[in-house]
């Protein structure tokens, strides 16, 4: 019931996307009314608050350009173009759609009979910088009557992107801008160290062993935070040049699903969510549109997002047209294509991809589980090719029948995430909590290296969840690739050791971690920090021994992360039953840890997501329908540690928003405040104090 009811209040709020259209009276021989214009030009780049939809007044869609979604007040410099189907939009907007291909109404899907002219946009411009009285206020438009075999129906006419040129080698992407390095003059050097300097903290499960004890698969975590980047840009506006040159500039491909499961809200909610990512690109982020339905087309090259690329981006999105069957493999090779034959490259790249079905190219039915999916994923892309591109595939799944183990298994290969957007209306939500994180990049190819100090000891186990380890020197050391870390974002791993009985001193020495990585705007490799190294004390008889809390907690995290997969692997297998009771084993097990008992927040977002996993296994359709692609896009949260959007997002509750960062966070509050709506709580989860500061020593 809460699902229909949220559809039918979205249908009544974007009223953009689905007005009824006006019988057209094929036979009337009436023009549109005429265009509109002021004295006073402005500039035609969309602005934040351009993007504002209002849900509770008509009015406020009949002032905006559907187009490139600016105002159409009077006295804005812009000719008004109003179409036989009542809708108005910018002169040059709709001259430039039709110009890509469109035939129909970006808002009603109307057919019309008549276009303006393509060569009057020219003399349009012309005569508003011309006129300057304000009595000058109407302009004639003169229009042009489509030929019958335009307006058909056929495939060919299907959707308006198939008419779209496409060059056989993708080497016209416009010039990366050089980057300039901000150094802001009101910080200190201490403030900018404090911005750059990257955060290592080591914990040792507890603070003392007996000299005369052993310690087997004693724990060890070790726990990063990168950098965070300085903030200079305004809530309603783009960022400024200064906040542009303090982080890396981005290569962003949108692979997006067209086909024909797409029409109706959920192609209009996408093309709203396309145009909050193309506001919050700046100038040096170069942007480019795939679409893929049966075939797939690059419908927008690799084109900086100026005030123009901007303009022509959305116009290329606004003229989407659902049709076909969906072709996942075709859309991700075409969006690769774009990487490798680029001439000029930013330092950060990243592919997203949307669809609602399951790809046509593996079978009609849903492959069952443990099927190989490598086959979608172009070889220049999957993250264990030593040659390849490093180009994460942030996939996201469309509503109820999407192929989730697909979409989970692209992630998985390219080293990407996984969303599940159950609620339609939340899109936009999902895409800017994963753009907040790539604008935020602050360190790439991060490598880290944990070495055994004391001669006797050795590595155990190294628990990384998705990231590639490798133990050498017969345990001695152990290397994590972690790769590129969000500003602010944090990432732990535990590894074990075997503690030896050592009687020779009061302290010991156990592990030592290093590490370097690459800053993406000065592009110079940088040294983690020298305070790495962690001991515990040897006492004779131990006494004050300390519990760690972060160690625990993340204990409790790599169990709930097991048990779910365990679950899910239950689940596929017809056995519900056993799926439950394995998380509800684990449920009960973490509410009885010393960091759930001290309210640590990361167990309390644990226990919650265990619990709503039970309830989408509760039979076969939930888990059809929601279950699998929930299960699925937490276990790539976990593994990767890095957020995931789920299920009913706007809903928010503590578990969703578990490794949000910052950047993240504020991106979406952004994106929740453009849409007229309430934000909700972003509740960023930060590590608990050590189990020290909360209990007095035993």
Request: aromatic share 4%; net charge positive; charged share 25%.
């Amino acid at each position: 019931m809460g699902s229909k009811w949220r559809k039918m209040k979205l249908a009544i709020g974007i009223n953009m996307c689905v007005q009824l259209p006006k019988t057209i009276d094929h036979s009337s021989s009436s023009l549109p009314s005429a265009t509109t214009f002021s004295d006073r030009p402005s500039p035609s780049t969309p602005t934040s608050s351009a993007l504002r939809l209002s849900r509770s007044k008509s009015k406020s869609s009949k002032g905006t350009c559907a187009i490139c979604l600016n105002s159409m007040k009077p006295g804005q410099g812009h000719a008004i173009f109003t179409a036989e189907c009542s809708h108005s939009f910018h002169f040059q907007c709709i001259t430039s759609n039709v110009k890509h291909g469109n035939r129909i109404c970006p808002v009603c899907r109307a057919k019309w009979k008549e276009v303006p002219f393509q060569s009057r946009v020219s003399k349009v411009s012309h005569d508003i910088n011309r006129i300057n009285s304000p009595r000058n206020d109407s302009w004639t438009t003169v229009l042009g009557r489509i030929p019958p075999q335009h307006v058909g129906t056929g495939p060919q006419n299907a959707s308006s992107h198939n008419n779209v040129t496409e060059p056989a080698i993708f080497d016209d992407d416009e010039e990366v801008l050089e980057q300039q390095i901000s150094v802001t003059d009101d910080m200190n050097e201490a403030e900018r160290n404090a911005i750059n300097k990257m955060e290592i903290r080591i914990y040792p499960e507890v603070s003392a062993v007996p000299k005369s004890a052993s310690h087997d698969n004693f724990a060890v975590l070790i726990h990063l935070k990168a950098p965070r980047r300085k903030q200079n840009s305004d809530r309603n506006n783009n960022e400024s040049p200064s906040a542009q040159n303090s982080r890396a500039p981005i290569d962003l491909v949108t692979v997006l699903d067209v086909s024909g499961s797409m029409s109706g809200t959920k192609i209009a909610l996408l093309k709203r969510a396309m145009g909050f990512v193309i506001q919050n690109l700046s100038s040096s982020d170069r942007l480019s549109v795939i679409t893929f339905s049966s075939t797939a087309r690059r419908i927008f090259p690799l084109r900086r997002m100026t005030d123009a690329g901007k303009q022509d981006a959305l116009q290329a999105v606004n003229s989407l047209i659902p049709n076909g069957v969906t072709n996942i493999a075709e859309g991700l090779k075409k969006g690769a294509k774009v990487f490798v034959d680029r001439r000029w490259k930013n330092p950060v790249g990243s592919i997203i991809l949307l669809s609602d079905g399951q790809d046509s190219s593996i079978n009609s039915s849903r492959p069952s589980f443990g099927n190989d999916y490598r086959s979608l994923v172009p070889n220049s892309i999957h993250r264990d090719n030593g040659d390849g591109l490093h180009i994460p595939v942030h996939a996201f799944g469309f509503g109820v029948d999407h192929d989730a183990s697909a979409m989970h298994s692209i992630s998985e290969i390219s080293g990407g995430t996984f969303s599940f957007i159950e609620a339609e209306d939340v899109i936009q939500d999902a895409f800017a909590q994963c753009i907040g994180g790539l604008l935020s990049v602050v360190v790439q190819e991060l490598q880290l290296e944990v070495q055994c100090v004391h001669p006797h000891l050795h590595l155990g186990s190294v628990k990384a969840g998705s990231y590639q380890t490798s133990l050498i020197d017969s345990g001695k050391m152990a290397s994590i690739r972690v790769g590129d870390l969000y500003a602010e974002e944090e990432r732990d791993f535990l590894v074990t050791v075997n503690v030896p009985v050592d009687k020779s001193s009061s302290e010991m020495s156990l592990l030592i971690v290093k590490g370097v990585y690459r800053d993406p705007v000065t592009k110079e490799m940088v040294a983690l920090g020298v305070n790495s190294e962690v001991k515990i004390e040897r006492p004779d008889v131990a006494r004050d021994v300390v519990v760690s809390i972060e160690v625990d907690k993340q204990r409790n995290r790599l169990e709930a992360a097991e048990a779910m997969a365990e679950a899910r692997a239950k689940a596929e297998r017809g056995d519900l039953t056993g799926a439950v009771s394995v998380l509800e084993r684990c449920h009960q097990a973490l509410n009885e840890t010393i960091s759930a008992k001290a309210g640590d927040e990361l167990c309390i977002a644990l226990s919650a997501e265990l619990k709503e996993m039970q309830e989408r296994m509760a039979n076969q359709r939930v888990y059809e329908q929601s279950g699998r692609a929930y299960v699925l896009s937490g276990l790539c949260a976990h593994s990767g540690q890095r957020a995931t959007a789920r299920g009913d997002y706007s809903d928010s509750t503590s578990f969703v928003n578990a490794y949000r960062t910052p950047s993240m966070a504020d991106m979406v509050t952004r994106s929740q405040t453009m849409l007229l709506r309430t934000p909700q709580p972003v509740n960023v989860l930060r590590p608990a104090r050590s189990y020290s500061d909360r209990q007095p020593k035993k």
